[in-house]
């Protein structure tokens, strides 16, 4: 499973993004997809999650601002980012989850950054 994400950018505090993954290859195994992100000096963290039944997980500290989203025709996911803010700036990469490999598909990540 290879994963392109692209999207990332500049944004002032209040703006939006939006993010996208594509996969293609073996996608017949993958569960899930995901988004993770790591800001500089901290570990890598969960963003949100959409399984392909389309349940949806999010960070806590994401909820209610960021939106995650599959088109299965076109095999690829979306973060649609609102209200962003300073402490969302990190690099954000995409994953994909299957029963052998878990969260062992990765995509490059894609540079997020939020002025204030």
């Known amino acids: 499973v290879q994963l392109q994400a692209s999207g990332g950018g500049l944004v002032q505090t209040g703006g939006s993004l939006r993010l996208s993954c594509a996969a293609s290859?073996?996608?017949?195994?993958?569960?899930?997809m995901g988004w993770y992100r790591q800001a500089p000096g901290k570990q890598r963290e969960l963003v949100a999650f959409?399984?392909?039944?389309?349940?949806?997980t999010y960070a806590d500290s994401v909820k209610g601002r960021f939106t995650i989203s599959r088109d299965n025709a076109k095999n690829t996911m979306y973060l649609q980012m609102n209200s962003l803010k300073p402490e969302d700036t990190a690099i954000y990469s995409c994953a994909a989850r299957s029963g052998f490999l878990g969260w062992g598909y990765w995509g490059q990540g894609t540079l997020v950054t939020v002025s204030s």
């Open positions: 290859g073996r996608i017949e195994s993958i569960n899930a």
């Open positions: 959409i399984t392909n039944g389309g349940s949806t």
